[in-house]
């Protein structure tokens, strides 16, 4: 379970970082309109809730199927909520460009997802 969670913890790290260079990239490279200076924050976002939900995940595969396939639904229903009230704290309370926080959001939204997936499908496969 150790090295699971710390080989899945590194590679959060890893792609936490590379998009906090793109976004870094992104605010040198366009427009002043185009720019999202928030967009820290909310890959901080994405990057805990991913990492708090697949721990979460790792720790119900223990347990029986049904048990794990249950967490999952319910991890992954209250994740999605989660995602879309950030987002409309973040287009209600900031002032950057919407058409940029639209872009990074899905952009962060499938990066991490595809993470955890494919990570977790992996972890499947061994059993």
């Known amino acids: 379970m150790k090295s699971k969670a710390i080989k899945f913890l590194t590679l959060v790290f890893v792609l936490t970082l590379t998009c906090g260079i793109l976004q870094g990239v992104w605010n040198n490279q366009m427009p002043p309109q185009m720019r999202l200076y928030n967009g820290y924050c909310l890959l901080g976002v994405f990057a805990v809730t991913v990492t708090a939900v697949h721990l979460l995940l790792l720790n119900a595969k223990k347990d029986t199927p049904n048990a794990f396939i249950r967490a999952f639904m319910l991890l992954t229903t209250l ?8 987002l409309a704290i973040f287009i209600l309370f900031t002032n950057n460009n919407k058409i940029a926080l639209a872009v990074h959001f899905l952009f962060y939204y499938f990066v991490f997802n595809i993470l955890e997936i494919s990570l977790l499908y992996a972890e499947m496969r061994k059993k």
């Open 79 to 86: 994740k999605f909520f989660f995602y879309l009230t950030v």
